[in-house]
């Protein structure tokens, strides 16, 4: 994930350099990362504030999980180098009917 996160597409083939599978999209162009236990194809939404924050707003037009995984681990980039790897679940009554 670090790697991937710190080299730019535009200069490495990081399914190649990565080790990773690239999977057909439905909607998007870009290719699903057959790694991932979930993968989410977006279409740019809003470039107002590209500009000012380098900030892009994301419509999601199609998710996938990979149901193979009954009690996937996810990792969080939290900032600045750290990350938190999804642990323990828990199970609260719900109210919903």
Same mark, same amino acid.
Request: aromatic fraction near 10%; proline fraction near 5%.
């Given at each position: 994930?670090?790697?991937?996160?710190?080299?730019?597409?535009?200069?490495?083939?990081?399914?190649?350099?990565?080790?990773? =599978?690239?999977?057909? $999209? $439905?909607?998007?162009?870009?290719? #699903?990362?057959?790694?991932?236990?979930?993968? #989410?194809?977006c279409r740019v939404a809003d470039t107002r504030l590209v !500009?000012?924050? !380098?900030?892009?707003?994301?419509?999601?037009v199609q998710a996938w999980i990979d149901r193979g995984y009954?009690?996937?681990? =996810? #990792? +969080? +980039?939290?900032?600045?180098?750290?990350?938190?790897?999804?642990?323990? =679940?828990?199970? #609260?009554?719900?109210?919903?009917?």
């Amino acid at each position: 994930m670090v790697g991937c996160g710190n080299s730019s597409g535009r200069r490495v083939d990081k399914f190649a350099a990565f080790g990773l =599978t690239p999977l057909p $999209a $439905a909607q998007v162009e870009a290719p #699903l990362i057959a790694e991932c236990y979930a993968n #989410l194809e977006c279409r740019v939404a809003d470039t107002r504030l590209v !500009n000012r924050y !380098n900030f892009f707003v994301l419509e999601v037009v199609q998710a996938w999980i990979d149901r193979g995984y009954k009690e996937p681990r =996810t #990792l +969080h +980039h939290r900032g600045r180098g750290v990350f938190m790897v999804a642990g323990e =679940t828990i199970k #609260l009554p719900s109210k919903m009917k």
